[in-house]
């Protein structure tokens, strides 16, 4: 019996965590444990719309962030729906396409019955590596989406024409700003303008 001890001990002492554990799985482990039941008893729809709604208000409690940032080859056909540039050097003339995706951007009734809104401009300064801004322009984008639920699959194509730039290495910063709760967001994208 003696040797037994030590282990009744330590799952003595591991069971208590283990509740602890499932007693904070939060929101998100409760939907997904209800859309599993509903998926098994046949209601995709009703376990689709529980995983959209608990993933909505989770993504109400983030902070405002960016996502994802990069170059891409042409305007995106959609939401992850792109090509990226296989790298960041440019030629001379040629534009920038930049594929943005803001996280935890904060929603408002709408002016619509029943619609909720969604809103933010964006920033652009061009930035040698030094950290000079060599190019500013304020609400260079200005986007707004207006929908029935908080909609987490947002993205912004930014187009930037640096024709005029000589060759060398810059930074594409982009800074997005909330308008619903007044925060703001930064992403630098270096680039190269390859000479000729």
């Given at each position: ?75 995106p056909a959609g939401y992850a729906m792109y090509e990226p540039k296989q790298d960041s050097v440019f030629k001379t003339g040629e534009t920038l ?100």
């Amino acid at each position: 019996m003696a040797n037994y001890l030590p282990m009744l001990a330590m799952l003595a002492l591991a069971a208590p965590a283990v509740i602890v554990c499932e007693a904070a799985a939060g929101p998100l482990s409760d939907a997904a444990a209800k859309a599993e039941k509903q998926a098994d008893s046949g209601d995709a729809a009703g376990a689709r719309e529980t995983l959209r709604q608990a993933v909505s208000a989770f993504a109400q409690t983030l902070p405002f962030t960016i996502g994802k940032a990069v170059f891409v080859t042409a305007e995106p056909a959609g939401y992850a729906m792109y090509e990226p540039k296989q790298d960041s050097v440019f030629k001379t003339g040629e534009t920038l396409v930049s594929y943005v995706e803001p996280v935890g951007l904060t929603w408002k009734e709408a002016s619509a019955k029943g619609k909720l809104e969604t809103r933010f401009t964006v920033d652009l300064d061009i930035v040698s590596p030094k950290g000079e801004v060599l190019a500013t322009r304020k609400a260079f984008g200005d986007f707004t989406f207006t929908g029935y639920l908080r909609n987490q699959e947002i993205y912004a194509t930014l187009t930037v024409d640096v024709s005029g730039a000589p060759a060398g290495d810059y930074v594409l910063r982009f800074r997005f700003n909330d308008i619903n709760s007044g925060k703001s967001a930064s992403v630098d994208q270096p680039f190269k303008i390859a000479g000729e």
